[in-house]
């Protein structure tokens, strides 16, 4: 079974700095995708940025970007110009490429943002 | 185009009771998923349904079981309500790419709280 994890359980940000996110996971598989999602206090789920395995490329959305280490098996978020707006729970999620739709969460990091 | 609803918000029920949880996905979106969120066990899956069909299946009593009708709209029922079934409950929809290329966007959930 696939597992992700998300070492930071809180990060703390400065308006305009650049924050990073860690996550690792675990898998046999070589097909799969992996997300970073975004929860700030009003619970809904967000798409950050989204990740193909079989990509080598980092996957950018203007201020967000990722690190992806294919053979670490590691997937970190980069937020760069950090704003208040960013303040939320940040997931990040694996999906298996076989076919289901099932994502598999780790446990979240809450960012802060402090002005 | 319109996200993911999710009727009702807010619930409150008492130790014993059912209830009926409804979700209706973007347009043309035909895969539906389930996600409970708890502060202690965090983001796990529920179920999967496409075309009218349940998919995926997550670790959950026989308590809990869902369907999707013809317009993909999708219910998800608990029985025999139990303290620890309170919770955030989310849904998903995508596309569903063969493949499995597709991202999955979430509803703004349902809290539910067991008395």
């Known amino acids: 079974a696939q597992t992700v994890t998300q070492s930071q359980p809180e990060m703390s940000v400065q308006e305009a700095e650049t924050v990073t996110l860690s996550c690792t996971y675990d898998?046999?598989?070589?097909?799969?995708?992996l997300f970073w999602y975004k929860q700030p206090p009003s619970r809904q789920m967000i798409l950050v940025i989204r990740?193909?395995?079989?990509?080598?490329q980092n996957a950018t959305e203007n201020r967000f970007s990722v690190n992806f280490q294919k053979a670490a098996k590691s997937f970190s978020l980069k937020i760069s110009d950090s704003q208040l707006g960013d303040a939320a729970m940040y997931f990040c999620?694996?999906?298996?490429?076989?076919?289901?739709?099932?994502?598999?969460f780790g446990k979240g990091t809450m960012l802060l943002v402090s002005p | 185009k319109a996200g993911v609803t999710q009727t009702p918000r807010y619930l409150i029920k008492t130790r014993g009771q059912q209830v009926t949880l409804s979700c209706s996905p973007i347009s043309g979106h035909r895969s539906v998923s389930w996600y409970q969120q708890t502060p202690g066990q965090g983001l796990q899956f529920l179920f999967e349904y496409f075309s009218e069909t349940q998919r995926n299946k997550g670790n959950f009593p026989g308590r809990f079981s869902g369907r999707q009708f013809s317009n993909s709209r999708s219910e998800m029922n608990v029985s025999t309500l139990e303290l620890g079934d309170s919770a955030l409950y989310l849904c998903?929809?995508?596309?569903?790419?063969?493949?499995?290329?597709?991202?999955?966007?979430f509803g703004p959930g349902t809290r539910l709280t067991v008395l």
């Open positions: 898998t046999s598989e070589s097909d799969y995708y």
């Open positions: 990740q193909e395995a079989y990509k080598q």
């Open positions: 998903a929809s995508s596309l569903y790419i063969s493949g499995g290329q597709d991202t999955q966007y």
């Open positions: 999620a694996y999906r298996s490429g076989s076919g289901y739709s099932t994502l598999t």
